[in-house]
């Protein structure tokens, strides 16, 4: 620590309980009173330094014991003790722990250049100025000590010098001077010694990335944490750097944060109430950047959960569900399990919080002329590096969805809401959203018939993958229509596929009878050959074409059984497990037949059937 050396003589101050006096041999003829301590002094040391003490002493000088109150002293007892040993030139030292006491004091008892020359004035404002200032560690520190020393330190713009000096240093880049962040000690680079212009400093660098200041800003109060942001605000400090500072900052006094981080609470952080909390906690909201993404999600979400605990008010409630709705696309599942921190318990998650986050998101989304994805298909879904935020979104609440499903306390009304807020066009497939279903009829048994059919048809049975379909197709849980629905859309795709497969087929059988018709003179073998296996390939997709139409055949044979069957359940199961195990079975007998039966040279493999899908049979 920097310090200011002054004064020669030997420190004869002595303290018993709360009387100072000056062991000199020479009997005391003054006494002052500074708060709870009492100073026996001498008239004339202080009168020669100090302009207040010598108007005050002539006052009193036709009194029989001379004795000076000082109540309002900044600083009290212990900015007097500094200002007697410079009174009487004994050795003491000005550090950035106590030049703020002696700075403010000196100046209400006016010891300045007019008094005497070289006065306590004058000294420790060349202490603050050359030294302190130019400093972090000792700006800081200072600034520290001015919190107990409002308003007077404010009043000699100790305060505002210091804010100014850490935010010139917290916003300078050290690259710019050229001059390497040192630390001096015995450490070195693991290279040696730093070289500067070839001298050698003997001081190893340190790294410094743009946060290497939250932690030193922390022990702050509140005021003057506030002052020091607004003016790093000010000078153009990025916001992301600001958000990280306040979230540095947040985490050192509530304990709902530390236990959210796994971090170990500060002492600091018992000392306050929870009404401290709250006040603080909306502060920091406050004082949050505006800018979208600034703030982490996962630090905002943290702040939601202690908001809820310590009851704070519902304009910084509602200022944090914006906050996380505006970037929600950056949330994790884990973020959306908030829990229910009501005395109703009616659920174990907050759904209604997560409806109105998701409601500003999707506000904003429009706001902005956020696109309208069309439906993926299976492989461009896993193809894609990035989906749309609202994409995102979508297979972010149908994963919360399908977490707090199982909760027997979660209302139909609640969970068809939520189901129902994501726009049809931001799911490109309905998988998660038949899952989270699934899982709700299967912790909700009770649900009747119409509740069920009700809850599906925010499900589109077009959108389902093909281990969705089998998966629905033998689902017990479902209501019959829609295990209909699946059967007709799953064979609906299938007749769209196989047509696609002909048509591949037959462009590539004329292509090539084409070009074997260009060549046959020169090479009329191998092109004979080819046009050989396509007719063996056609004869082969002939037989599949008669099949395929044989279980259309069979398929209304069994509708007609099941109308008649009056839907019992039970029947169509095993009806619906019998037919699906029947198409599989029939077209793996149909592949085999037209793969067996003809066998495909290299030639042939290459005119293989290709289905809308991106899939080879």
């Not at 390497?180 to 190893?204: D, F, K």
């Not at 050989?532 to 997709?541: A, P, S, T, Y």
Request: net charge neutral.
């Amino acid at each position: 620590m920097a310090c200011l050396k002054l004064g020669s003589k030997v420190d004869t101050f002595q303290r018993q309980g709360k009387i100072w006096f000056c062991s000199t041999g020479l009997p005391s003829d003054v006494t002052v009173e500074v708060g709870d301590m009492s100073f026996h002094l001498h008239k004339f040391p202080l009168l020669s330094k100090s302009g207040l003490l010598e108007k005050l002493i002539a006052e009193k000088s036709n009194e029989e014991g001379c004795i000076i109150e000082l109540p309002d002293l900044p600083g009290s007892s212990k900015a007097f003790e500094l200002v007697a040993k410079f009174c009487y030139g004994m050795k003491m030292e000005l550090t950035s722990s106590n030049v703020v006491y002696a700075r403010c004091a000196a100046e209400d008892l006016q010891m300045t250049e007019e008094v005497s020359e070289g006065n306590l004035v004058s000294k420790s404002e060349a202490f603050l100025n050359q030294v302190v200032l130019r400093s972090w560690r000792e700006s800081l520190k200072v600034l520290q000590t001015c919190n107990e020393l409002l308003p007077r330190a404010e009043d000699l713009s100790i305060v505002k010098r210091c804010i100014e000096s850490l935010t010139a240093k917290a916003c300078t880049d050290p690259d710019l001077f050229g001059w390497p962040m040192v630390e001096h000690g015995s450490l070195q680079s693991p290279g040696g010694s730093v070289l500067w212009n070839g001298i050698n400093t003997g001081a190893r660098t340190r790294i410094r990335s743009s946060d290497w200041w939250y932690d030193d800003v922390s022990p702050l109060s509140l005021p003057l944490y506030k002052r020091l942001m607004s003016a790093m605000v000010s000078r153009g400090i990025r916001a992301e750097t600001i958000a990280g500072s306040l979230s540095s900052y947040a985490k050192r006094y509530l304990p709902g944060l530390n236990k959210r981080h796994n971090a170990t609470p500060t002492t600091s952080t018992s000392l306050l109430s929870k009404e401290e909390q709250r006040s603080l906690l909306e502060e920091i909201v406050s004082l949050l950047p505006a800018q979208k993404g600034a703030t982490s999600t996962k630090f905002l979400v943290g702040l939601l959960r202690t908001a809820m605990i310590v009851k704070a008010s519902s304009p910084c409630l509602s200022d944090l569900e914006r906050r996380i709705g505006m970037q929600l696309d950056e949330a994790s599942l884990d973020d959306l399990l908030i829990p229910t921190f009501s005395n109703s318990f009616e659920t174990l998650y907050d759904v209604d919080c997560i409806l109105r986050i998701l409601k500003h998101f999707l506000a904003m989304d429009q706001n902005t002329g956020g696109a309208s994805p069309g439906v993926l298909d299976d492989e461009q879904l896993m193809s894609s590096p990035s989906l749309t935020p609202v994409t995102t979104v979508a297979k972010l609440i149908d994963g919360y969805m399908a977490e707090i499903a199982p909760d027997v306390n979660l209302k139909l009304p609640k969970f068809q809401s939520l189901a129902a807020a994501i726009p049809e066009y931001a799911r490109p497939l309905d998988d998660g959203l038949y899952r989270a279903i699934d899982i709700y009829f299967k912790a909700h048994q009770w649900l009747s018939e119409s509740d069920r059919e009700q809850l599906c048809r925010l499900m589109d049975c077009q959108k389902l993958s093909l281990e969705a379909c089998t998966h629905a197709a033998q689902n017990e849980r479902l209501p019959l229509r829609v295990i209909v629905q699946v059967l007709f859309f799953e064979q609906l795709q299938l007749r769209t596929s196989i047509a696609g497969c002909f048509l591949v087929s037959d462009n590539l059988d004329g292509s090539r009878q084409l070009r074997s018709g260009l060549v046959a003179a020169g090479d009329g073998g191998g092109w004979a050959s080819a046009v050989r296996e396509n007719q063996v390939l056609k004869v082969g997709l002939d037989h599949m074409r008669m099949r395929v139409s044989e279980l259309e055949k069979e398929c209304s044979i069994m509708r007609q059984e099941i109308e008649r069957l009056g839907r019992k359940k039970s029947v169509w199961s095993d009806a619906s497990k019998k037919f699906s195990s029947k198409v599989r079975s029939q077209m793996c007998s149909t592949r085999e037949d037209s793969a067996g039966g003809h066998p495909r040279s290299s030639g042939s493999r290459r005119i293989e059937g290709i289905g809308r899908d991106g899939k080879t049979f």
